[in-house]
């Protein structure tokens, strides 16, 4: 009897840590669930935050990938959309790039010390192999385009789910190496690629997205 017991807590276990997560599988055997992950938002900030144009980073280090060449920054004197801190302080914001579009980074801690949010973002790190060839932007406003992902993780990679976004579609943010660089980015949770391209911009009265 108890034996079968056993048996029965084991498979409850088994089901309990399967996902849904299209294309991908948990690599790591830990007991951390993509269903459990919260998502995060951003607070509206019309008038920026004042700091100046800074330096934006797809992930939180300094040797992290950085789009537009290695040249990507804000000008956070004007609207930006702040998704709050990581423990070491670096800040996530999403702003418009100057193609339209809208680009989610990190900002390094020095340059926004003592900038206040109201946002409190849960990130998680849970490990995945990829069975799929996954598409990555840095844009969770437009609506999906493989034509317009900055990168691809391909099938039998390695790479860790972060968080997710789903205020604006539904999204994984996942971290990934991308050629030797450490970078983040989003990938749709069903990924159904289009052609179509429809921006969003956020409603200027709310404050949170």
Not at 16 to 25: D, E, I, L, Q, V
Request: aromatic share 14%; net charge positive.
């Amino acid at each position: 009897m108890k034996r079968i017991l056993s048996l029965v807590l084991a498979l409850v276990l088994v089901l309990s840590m399967t996902t849904a997560f299209a294309g991908t599988k948990l690599n790591n055997g830990g007991s951390s669930s993509l269903s459990s992950i919260p998502p995060f938002k951003f607070e509206h900030m019309k008038k920026g935050f004042g700091r100046g144009t800074c330096p934006v980073y797809s992930a939180p280090y300094t040797d992290a990938y950085r789009a537009a060449n290695g040249k990507a920054c804000v000008d956070t004197n004007s609207y930006i959309d702040v998704g709050g801190f990581d423990e070491r302080g670096w800040m996530i914001v999403r702003y418009e790039t100057n193609k339209g579009q809208w680009r989610v980074g990190w900002i390094p801690p020095k340059y926004v010390k003592g900038v206040s949010t109201k946002m409190a973002p849960h990130f998680t790190s849970i490990e995945m192999v990829a069975d799929e060839t996954l598409y990555v932007t840095d844009d969770n406003l437009s609506t999906f385009n493989k034509n317009r992902c900055f990168a691809t993780i391909d099938p039998g990679e390695n790479y860790y789910v972060v968080g997710r976004y789903n205020y604006h579609g539904d999204w994984w943010y996942v971290e990934f190496d991308l050629e030797g660089q450490v970078a983040r980015g989003f990938t749709p949770v069903k990924q159904k690629p289009t052609d179509r391209h429809k921006k969003k911009r956020p409603m200027s009265g709310a404050s949170f997205s």
